[in-house]
């Protein structure tokens, strides 16, 4: 029978007492090999979204949401409001991709990847340490009364706060406004941008407002993923848990009644609460799987630095799934990770037809409004006008072709048109044929793009007075 952790879930947050009032959480420093890789996978993410919009692939940003012009430039490729159905696909696969690594991994999205945790962990937290020192001082400081130098500290930290949120939502803006037309803004001041200026300060302060004083509460309070875990993980998933057969019963190590006849048996656990001091959410690991948890497994280093130093086994605290825990095997291939790989394998199959499928640019042919037809003597004519839109990232000429299955007269008024990235042009057309046919009769206008080569036919109908005897 598996032991019990003296100290049960009392079923409310963590980081909130009884009353309501918020615990301010100041986790210790910790070193190990999961802070390091933590460490550099958030400074690779936070690499990659600081120069994405200096990155130009293309002629144009790596990166470059045009919202207002309807205008998406994604790695090369280009994409307008016609491409919307693609997102589906993109947001699904998004889904998918979420669900399966929760059930496969738990919730290393939050610990890892997750940009709440990425920014705080990696910046925010960082700065704080820099300036107001190791959890120790910063909490006498925080007990204690306002000095001079806690003011001149408190000012220093906040005011880089201010000054890390002002550039990440400017960096955010240049996502949709491109880093030339932002610099542009920046000089020029925001009496001629009052909108970008808006959103900017908007955005600036909410990134404040969450990682200087919200922090933990956006994962526990606002964020649904921690609550939906429940109903993506099982007994397999891996989990960041607390090994309770080995760890209990937890006592303080009292050296001097190791060995003796008279002393109690004792667990691993030596009750030292590094790994609830360690915790960026204040939760108490050894209570089981919570819903607090990010899975950042900063307890797991600070419990193996713990037990190194004592001379015993790593992974008191560990990566692991519930059954592993409880010392049964885990089962990797089940059948909920069959359900959701199913998933995440036909959305991302879907999408990636899609982009491949995407032709260089749109040609749309539309009748001219009004009559259907017009008789002039002895031939008929009919009148349309071809939509063309490049979707290259850079210009392109396109050349029209009609083909059609009886003689007939074509007036194109250009045979080659060129345009730039993501301009759209209207073309008139116009075919006309001889009286006496039988109509209507299909023909063909091809549009073929000079710079990949691709050719897009399409089909119209030619409409004309009834035959005699119909």
Not at 11 to 37: C, E, K, M, N, T
Not at 313 to 329: C, E, T
């Amino acid at each position: 029978m598996q032991p019990r952790a003296p100290w049960p879930d009392t079923g409310h947050l963590s980081s909130i007492r009884s009353d309501g009032s918020r615990v301010a959480i100041h986790p210790s420093d910790v070193r190990g090999r999961f802070v390091h890789w933590r460490r550099i996978v958030y400074a690779v993410l936070i690499a990659i979204y600081v120069v994405l919009p200096f990155i130009r692939v293309g002629g144009h940003p790596a990166v470059h949401l045009d919202v207002a012009a309807r205008r998406f430039y994604l790695f090369g490729s280009t994409f307008n409001a016609q491409d919307f159905w693609i997102v589906l696909f993109l947001l699904t696969t998004a889904g998918f991709s979420l669900l399966f690594a929760t059930a496969w991994l738990g919730r290393v999205w939050c610990g890892w990847a997750c940009p709440q945790t990425v920014f705080l962990e990696g910046v925010y937290r960082r700065i704080e340490r820099w300036i107001d020192g190791p959890r120790e001082r910063r909490l006498r400081m925080a007990a204690g009364p306002w000095t001079p130098d806690r003011v001149m500290r408190a000012v220093a930290k906040h005011g880089a706060f201010l000054l890390v949120s002002w550039l990440l939502a400017h960096v955010a803006l240049a996502l949709f406004v491109s880093v030339k037309d932002l610099d542009t803004m920046v000089r020029e001041g925001p009496g001629g941008h009052g909108v970008p200026f808006a959103w900017a300060m908007a955005v600036t302060g909410a990134l404040y407002f969450n990682f200087a004083w919200f922090r933990e509460q956006l994962c526990v309070v606002l964020c649904p993923y921690g609550r939906l875990q429940s109903a993506m993980q099982d007994r397999d998933s891996l989990i960041i848990g607390y090994d309770l057969a080995r760890g209990e019963p937890r006592g303080r190590l009292v050296k001097a009644r190791l060995g003796t006849p008279d002393a109690p048996r004792q667990g691993d656990c030596v009750d030292c609460r590094k790994c609830v001091t360690a915790c960026p959410t204040g939760i108490d690991i050894r209570n089981g799987l919570q819903m607090d948890c990010i899975a950042c497994a900063q307890c797991v280093d600070a419990c193996d630095e713990v037990m190194e130093k004592l001379g015993r086994p790593k992974g008191l605290v560990r990566y692991d799934s519930l059954n592993g825990l409880a010392g049964q095997p885990r089962r990797v291939l089940r059948s909920r990770l069959f359900l959701y790989g199913g998933l995440l394998l036909i959305s991302a199959i879907a999408l990636t037809v899609g982009l491949v499928g995407r032709t260089p640019f749109e040609a749309n042919l539309l009748r001219f409004q009004g009559l259907p037809y017009f008789l002039e003597g002895s031939t008929v004519r009919n009148q349309f006008e071809l939509h063309l839109v490049n979707k290259n990232p850079v210009e392109s000429s396109f050349t029209v072709r009609v083909d059609s299955p009886v003689p007939a007269s074509v007036v194109v008024a250009q045979q080659e048109v060129k345009l730039s990235s993501l301009e759209s042009f209207r073309l008139p057309l116009f075919v006309t044929v001889e009286r006496g046919l039988r109509f209507p009769f299909t023909f063909q206008i091809q549009v073929t793009d000079q710079a990949s080569g691709q050719v897009k036919r399409l089909e119209a109908r030619f409409l004309g007075p009834p035959s005699p005897g119909r």
